[in-house]
């Protein structure tokens, strides 16, 4: 069961990872091209904040919602 749940998260992580490629290309490379010039403390606190979100969706997620 969780073997199967992690393949799960991952093939999900992957497929939307993987849309805007396909569904905006051009877009992604001006915004690719804007996080090049963007200060790396600016993209660590970014990230930072994502993965704080995605925790809390989760936590919220498992408990709150059955």
């Given amino acids: ?24 290309p051009d877009g992604l490379k001006k915004v690719m091209q804007q996080m090049i010039r963007t200060p790396s403390r600016i993209l660590r606190v970014m990230g930072a904040a994502l993965m704080i979100l995605g925790l809390l969706l989760v936590y919220w997620g498992q408990h709150h919602v059955r």
């Fill in 1 to 24: 069961m969780f073997a199967g749940t992690i393949l799960t998260v991952i093939g999900l992580i992957c497929f939307f990872e993987g849309l805007p490629y396909l569904a905006f």
